[in-house]
Structure formats: structure tokens, C-alpha cells
Nanobody, 125 residues
């Protein structure tokens, strides 16, 4: 079992920044692919960013490329999502997820085995 706990969400004005954190426990964090997803009201959960076990490979949705940065510190069992130049359309509940057995970063939700409870990000215009 893996437990994931997100933190760092909140209310921010357009153009501002937030950093989300996701703390993992329960298994060998350093072997997982980690992903961030988001879900806005009435919409499907969508991929935001992913990172491989070492942090040497990352992948972003086109909508956040150049504004968001995913990173991880395996010694702290934590993955981060730095969000800059936030827009109102970034408003959503943000989830971190762990994929314990895929060899690549998946953008679909189904390969991910464990999910956090989510943290709300609201960007005002």
C-alpha cells in the first residue's frame, strides 16, 4: 500500500504562484513514476505532469508547459508541482498519483495505482 497526501493548495490571483507537495509513505517511493492530475467541476480528470523515478525525465500537458515544473526529492518521499503564471482556467482539485509498475510516464489515469485525496487550487481573475 502507498499513502499519498497533497498539500499547498489555496486561493491565488491570476499571474501568481503556488507550490503543491505530495508526501508518500508505505513503499519504496524512489521506484515509482509520479504524476499530477487535476479535475475541474464538470470535467474529466486530466493529466498535468509526470516524473520518472530518478527525476531525470518529465512530461507536461501542453496547457501547463513552460509554467509548471514537477520535481521530486526521493530522500523526502515527496513530489512537488511548482505552478507559476497561474490562470483562472487552472482552477481545479489537484491530485498526485503513483504508478508502481509502468516503465514510462502515462498520461491516462488508469495506469496509476494510488491517489491522494486532492487539494483545491483556485485562481481568481
Amino acid at each position: 500500500q502507498v499513502q499519498l497526501v497533497e498539500s499547498g493548495g489555496g486561493l491565488v490571483q491570476a499571474g501568481g504562484s503556488l507550490r503543491l507537495s505530495c508526501a508518500a509513505s508505505g513503499r519504496t517511493f524512489s521506484s515509482f513514476i509520479m504524476g499530477w492530475f487535476r479535475q475541474a467541476p464538470g470535467k474529466k480528470r486530466e493529466f498535468v505532469a509526470g516524473i520518472n523515478w530518478s527525476g531525470g525525465n518529465t512530461y507536461y500537458a501542453d496547457s501547463v508547459k513552460g509554467r509548471f515544473t514537477i520535481s521530486r526529492v526521493n530522500a523526502k518521499n515527496t513530489v512537488y508541482l511548482q505552478m507559476n503564471s497561474l490562470k483562472p482556467e487552472d482552477t481545479a482539485v489537484y491530485y498526485c498519483a503513483a504508478d508502481v509498475d509502468s516503465p514510462y510516464i502515462a498520461t491516462m489515469t488508469s495506469p496509476y495505482d494510488y491517489w491522494g485525496q486532492g487539494t483545491q487550487v483556485t485562481v481568481s481573475s
